[in-house]
């Protein structure tokens, strides 16, 4: 009876989860690495480098082009290149339905 009842309010049992980046996978999201390469505002001659990873859409990252944004508005570092890596991780082709399972011993 109880677990009836946290079913109906939502809350399910840890195996019931399913996290944002799980379904953002699903949705065609994947991985995104950043590698932003930017002048030290002190020693504008130095470059320092900035490795950023997220969730992303490819190919127009709306998240990495919203933090790049906030970079440049927000910090001091001026931006030098950024080099951006995309995988996906699933894809929603690699996920089968399956009638039965089948334990062996």
Not at 11 to 28: H, I, K, M, N, W
Not at 76 to 101: C, F
Request: glycine share 8%; aromatic share 12%; proline share 6%.
């Amino acid at each position: 009876m109880i677990e009836k009842e946290r079913v109906e309010a939502g809350q399910t049992g840890r195996a019931g989860r399913v996290s944002e980046d799980f379904l953002r996978q699903l949705a065609g999201w994947g991985l995104t690495t950043a590698e932003i390469l930017y002048r030290m505002p002190d020693h504008p001659s130095f470059l320092q480098s900035y490795i950023w990873q997220e969730y992303d859409s490819a190919p127009s990252f709306p998240i990495l082009k919203k933090f790049l944004t906030f970079w440049r508005e927000k910090l001091d570092g001026p931006l030098y290149a950024v080099r951006i890596g995309h995988e996906r991780l699933i894809r929603p082709a690699e996920i089968r339905a399956i009638g039965a399972e089948f334990r062996l011993n």
